[in-house]
């Protein structure tokens, strides 16, 4: 399983991982144009191997820890301006069935 990276850049941003459990993820986001740190939070999921057809040649994908897209936010994942807030917000987020399903629990 393709496990989310410690640290990686994406949209603009800089992600660093603060916490990663069998529930939850927490990243610190940073990036040049914002004087200040936030936090992300979200729900570990597990994304399934898939196949499909992009521009007419097939990909196979392989089973991954999922990163929440924007419309997600507010229903898995959640930002926060402090960490204790982000923490805070951890601690209510249940074991996604993805992840019981795939045995990883």
Not at 15 to 35: D, G, M, N, V
Not at 42 to 55: K, N, S
Not at 96 to 104: D, E
């Amino acid at each position: 399983m393709k496990k989310l990276q410690d640290e990686f850049s994406f949209g603009g941003w800089d992600y660093k991982l603060i916490e990663r459990t069998e529930k939850h993820f927490i990243y610190s986001k940073t990036a040049p144009f914002c004087e200040r740190e936030s936090f992300e939070v979200f729900q570990r999921r597990i994304t399934p191997p898939g196949r499909f057809v992009r521009d007419g040649v097939e990909v196979i994908t392989e089973e991954k820890e999922a990163f929440p897209k924007d419309e997600y936010f507010g229903k898995w994942a959640w930002s926060s301006l402090c960490i204790e807030h982000a923490k805070a917000t951890s601690e209510k987020i249940e074991l996604h069935s993805s992840v019981i399903v795939n045995g990883l629990a």
